[in-house]
C-alpha cells in the first residue's frame, strides 16, 4: 500500500512538471518532467516554430541535442544557451510535447537603416566608423547599448561630455527596423581650473606652462588644447616629471592627477598632487668599459653631465645617446651602455658611471612595412640606416624613423622591433599613415620690400608614390613676375643621389634701387649626395640669360654700359656640414655652407663666383635661444668685369636697417645702387618667449649686425666705394599665425654712410589658403 502511495505520489509530481513545462517553457520545468517520467524516450522530432529568415534546420544546427538522442535536461539547457548566443533571436522556448521537443523562437530584427541625427560637430563617416551595427545586420539590445556608449565615448574624445544619445528603433513590415541615434552633442566641456597640491619650488602657473593641456581662455579658440582629454592628461603628468627631472628633482613623482566634472558637466577641474622631493646636482661622472681595447678616457668628451652642475635627465639620456653613436662609428655594433646611479642623499648628490658592456649579438633578421598603400616600399627602406642581416642598432633605429618622418609623405609613422625566428634575430615592424602630399596652394602676402605679393603653386611631393617632388610655381608683385617649374629624384637610378632640374622665367623692376629692369630666362641641373651623415655635397650646372632694359635716361654711366643681354653658363658645388637639432627651428648645434660657381663654359660671362654661410645656435637657458651668424661672399671676374646682374647686394632682410640695395658702392650723382664684389655680414641674436601663451607662436628677438659691401670694377669718380663697416641693432617679434608667418622688426642703424639707405621698420606677411 506504501508503494502504490509513493507512485501515486511521483506521477502527481511528474504531470504537475510537465503542466508547469508547457505553460511557461522552462527547461527546469522540463528537466522535473523528465527526470520523474524516465530519461530512456527518444527524440523523435525536433519542432521549430516562429521562423521567419531562419531555416529550421539552420536552428536545428545550432543546439546540442540531435533527433535520436534520448531527452536531457542538461543538454536541452546548453542548446537554450547556445541558441540566445548566437545573437539572432530575441526569444528562446523549448517544451516537449511526447516524443517531441518543440522549439519556439522570436527572431531579432535586420536593421534596414541606420542614421544619425543631431551631429553637427563630427560626420556621419566618422559615427558610421566607430559603431559596429550595419545596415543588415541583425538588432539586440545589447549592441545598440555598446554603440551608444562608442559615440559617447567618440564625442568626449572631442571635448564633448555633456553629449547625449538616445536610440530610436522604427518597425518596419518583414522584421525589419530602422535605427536612429538621436545625440544631443552639448557645449564642449572645458577645463576651469588646473590647480596643483605640494608645489614649492615652482608656481601653479610655471607648472602650467609645461602641460600640454591648457586652462580655458577666449584667445584658445584656434585650439582644443583647453577641452579635457584623459590621454592628454596621462601625458602630462610625464611632461610634469621630464620637467622636474630636468631641474634637478630626482625623486620627483606625481601622487595623482584627477579631473572633477562641473554638476552642469560644463567644465573640469584639475587637481594634480606633486611631491617634489630635494634638489641635486651632479657628483662623480666615470666611465667604465668592459670593451677590449676600448679606454673610457677617450670617450670623456662625449659626456654632457658636468659635476656640480643640477641634476638633468635628459643630459643622462644625451650622454647615453651620444656614446652609442660614437661606439657604433668605432665598429662595437653590440653594446649595453647603462648609468649606474649612486645617490648621496645627504650631500644631496647624484654621481654616475656609464657602465659600457657587450650587448647580446642581435642581427635585423627583417624589415616588415605596412600601411603604406601609395608610397613604394623601396621609398622607405632606403631612409633605414639599418639593413637586413645588419648588427641591431638602436641609435640607427630611432635615426631611421626620424628620416622616415622626415620626408613628410606619413602623418604618423611607428617604428618598433620585436623577437625574430631565433634568439640572435630580431624583426623590425614599420607602420605608416600616409598623408596627402598634393599641393594647390594660392599665396597672398605684403612685405616692405616687394609690397603686395600673390602666388600661385601646384606640388605633388610624393609623384606616383616614388617620392619625386614636382613643383610649378607663378608669382607675381609689384616689382616682380616669375614662372617656376622644378622637378626633384631623391635617389637617381636607385643610388643615394638626389637629382633635378629647375626651370625659370623671372622679371624684376629694379627702377627704385638702380633704375633698369632685368629679366632672366634659362634652367638649372643639380645633384646632391651625402658623404657622411652629416655632411652633404651638390654640384650644378646653370644656363641663364639675362637681359637689362628700360634704362632710366637719368641712370648711372655704369648701368648704362651694362644694357643688353648676355648669357652665362657656369658650373658649381656646395658643401654643407649641419649638426642642428632641428632645420626649422633650432636650438642647438651648428651650419655650415660653402659655395661656388665657375662660369665661362661658353656663353658671354665669365667668373669665380664664392660664399660661405655659418650658424651656432645654443641655449643659454632652457628659454633663451643665442644664435652667432656669419655671411660672406666675393666674386671676381675672368678678363673682364663683373656684371650688374652677378654682383652682391646687401640690405633689406640680409642687413636690417637698411634698404634692399641701401648698402655699398653708389653712383653720387644718380644714387642707383650698383652691388659690389665683396661683402660679409656677421649677426649676434637671442630668442626669448615673450611671455605669452606658447601655442601662440610668437616669439621676440633682440639682434645686432655689422657688415660692408664693397668693390665694383668701375674708376668713375662719382661712385661711392668706401668699404667702411657698418652696424645696426634692434628687436623683432615673429608670429606664426594661422594665416601665416608674420615678422616685425623695428632695427636702428647706427654706424651709417651718408650715401647709405637706412629703414626702421620692416614687416612681411604671406600666407597659402
Not at 668605432?330 to 645617490?343: E, H, K, Q, S
Not at 623590425?428 to 599665396?443: A, D, K, M, P, Y
Not at 656640414?577 to 661658353?602: C, H, L, M, W
Amino acid at each position: 500500500m506504501r508503494i502504490g502511495r509513493i507512485r501515486l505520489a511521483a506521477g502527481l509530481l511528474a504531470a504537475l512538471a510537465v503542466i508547469v513545462g508547457a505553460v511557461i517553457g522552462l527547461p527546469v520545468a522540463t528537466a522535473i518532467a523528465q527526470s520523474s517520467a524516465g530519461s530512456t524516450t527518444v527524440i523523435e522530432e525536433i519542432r521549430v516554430s516562429g521562423s521567419q529568415r531562419i531555416e529550421p534546420e539552420t536552428v536545428r544546427s545550432y543546439m546540442n541535442v540531435k533527433v535520436g538522442d534520448r531527452f536531457n535536461a542538461a543538454r536541452v539547457d546548453r542548446s537554450l544557451k547556445a541558441l540566445f548566443a548566437t545573437g539572432l533571436f530575441a526569444d528562446v522556448r523549448m517544451r516537449r510535447q511526447g516524443k517531441v521537443l518543440v522549439v519556439s523562437i522570436v527572431e531579432n530584427p535586420i536593421i534596414n537603416r541606420l542614421a544619425f541625427e543631431g551631429n553637427n560637430r563630427i560626420d556621419d563617416p566618422a559615427l558610421e566608423a566607430e559603431v559596429q551595427l550595419r545596415p543588415r545586420v541583425v538588432y539586440t539590445r545589447a549592441r545598440v547599448q555598446s554603440d551608444v556608449q562608442r559615440i559617447i565615448d567618440l564625442y568626449r574624445r572631442s571635448g564633448r561630455f555633456a553629449a547625449t544619445v538616445e536610440p530610436k528603433v522604427i518597425q518596419l513590415e518583414q522584421n525589419r527596423v530602422d535605427l536612429v541615434f538621436e545625440i544631443s552633442e552639448g557645449q564642449v566641456t572645458e577645463i576651469a581650473k588646473i590647480r596643483f597640491v605640494g608645489n614649492r619650488a615652482y608656481s601653479d602657473g610655471q607648472l602650467r606652462s609645461a602641460l600640454a593641456t591648457k586652462e580655458s581662455r577666449w584667445y584658445r579658440f584656434l585650439t582644443s588644447n583647453d577641452t579635457y582629454d584623459p590621454d592628454r592628461l596621462t601625458l602630462d603628468r610625464e611632461l610634469l616629471r621630464k620637467y622636474y627631472l630636468s631641474r634637478g628633482y630626482a625623486d620627483f613623482r606625481v601622487n595623482s592627477a584627477v579631473a572633477e566634472l562641473t554638476a552642469d558637466r560644463s567644465a573640469f577641474f584639475i587637481t594634480i598632487t606633486v611631491e617634489e622631493g630635494e634638489l641635486y646636482t651632479f657628483g662623480d661622472i666615470d666611465i667604465d668599459t668592459g670593451l677590449r681595447d676600448l679606454d673610457g678616457e677617450q670617450l670623456k668628451n662625449l659626456v654632457v653631465t658636468p659635476t656640480g652642475e643640477l641634476y638633468d635627465a635628459e643630459l643622462v639620456e644625451d650622454t647615453v645617446q651620444n656614446l652609442t653613436f660614437e661606439l657604433g662609428r668605432l665598429g662595437y655594433a653590440f653594446v649595453d651602455i647603462r648609468p649606474r646611479v649612486d645617490r648621496d642623499k645627504e650631500e644631496r648628490t647624484i654621481s654616475l658611471t656609464y657602465e659600457i658592456k657587450e650587448g647580446p649579438r642581435v642581427y635585423v633578421e627583417r624589415i616588415d612595412i605596412e600601411g603604406n598603400v601609395r608610397t613604394l616600399d623601396k621609398v622607405i627602406r632606403r631612409e633605414f640606416r639599418l639593413a637586413e642581416g645588419d648588427a641591431f642598432n638602436t641609435a640607427k633605429l630611432r635615426r631611421s624613423r626620424s628620416r622616415i618622418r622626415g620626408l613628410g609623405f606619413f602623418d604618423k609613422v611607428a617604428v618598433s622591433n620585436q623577437p625574430g625566428s631565433s634568439q640572435d634575430r630580431t624583426v623590425i615592424n614599420v607602420e605608416v599613415q600616409e598623408q596627402s602630399t598634393g599641393e594647390l596652394s594660392f599665396g597672398a602676402g605684403v612685405s616692405t620690400s616687394e609690397n603686395v605679393i600673390g602666388e600661385v603653386s601646384i606640388r605633388e611631393r610624393n609623384l606616383l608614390g616614388r617620392g619625386q617632388d614636382l613643383r610649378l610655381s607663378f608669382s607675381i608683385s609689384t616689382r616682380r613676375q616669375e614662372l617656376d617649374l622644378a622637378f626633384t629624384e631623391p635617389y637617381f637610378l636607385d643610388k643615394p643621389v638626389s637629382a633635378g632640374f629647375d626651370i625659370f622665367n623671372r622679371e624684376t623692376d629694379f627702377q627704385d634701387r638702380s633704375s633698369f629692369d632685368e629679366a632672366s630666362v634659362g634652367f638649372r641641373l643639380r645633384a646632391g649626395y651625402r658623404i657622411t651623415e652629416r655632411l652633404r655635397q651638390q654640384v650644378h650646372y646653370e644656363l641663364r640669360q639675362d637681359k637689362i632694359s628700360d634704362v632710366s635716361s637719368s641712370a648711372s654711366n655704369v648701368i648704362k654700359q651694362q644694357e643688353g643681354t648676355d648669357i652665362t653658363s657656369a658650373v658649381g658645388y656646395g658643401l654643407t656640414y649641419d649638426r642642428r637639432d632641428d632645420a626649422s627651428e633650432p636650438t642647438k648645434g651648428y651650419i655650415f655652407r660653402v659655395n661656388q660657381s665657375f662660369a665661362g663654359f661658353g656663353g658671354d660671362v665669365r667668373y669665380v663666383r664664392s660664399s660661405i654661410r655659418f650658424a651656432h645656435y645654443f641655449p643659454v637657458t632652457s628659454d633663451l635661444i643665442a644664435a652667432i651668424k656669419w655671411n660672406e661672399g666675393y666674386i671676381f671676374g675672368l678678363d673682364q668685369d663683373v656684371s650688374i646682374s652677378d654682383r652682391f647686394f646687401l640690405g633689406g632682410e640680409s642687413f636690417k636697417g637698411f634698404e634692399s640695395g641701401g648698402v655699398g658702392p653708389r653712383d653720387v650723382s644718380t644714387d642707383d645702387s650698383l652691388g659690389g664684389n665683396l661683402f660679409y655680414v656677421g649677426t649676434a641674436e637671442l630668442r626669448f618667449p615673450l611671455g605669452l601663451p606658447s601655442e601662440f607662436g610668437i616669439v621676440g628677438r633682440v639682434y645686432a649686425q655689422a657688415g660692408s659691401l664693397a668693390d665694383v670694377d668701375d674708376n668713375d669718380p662719382n661712385i661711392f666705394d668706401k668699404g667702411s663697416v657698418r652696424a645696426s641693432a634692434g628687436f623683432g617679434i615673429s608670429w606664426g599665425s594661422p594665416f601665416g608667418p608674420i615678422r616685425l622688426d623695428f632695427t636702428e642703424a647706427f654706424i651709417t654712410e651718408d650715401v647709405d639707405k637706412t629703414e626702421f621698420f620692416r614687416f612681411s606677411f604671406g600666407t597659402r589658403f
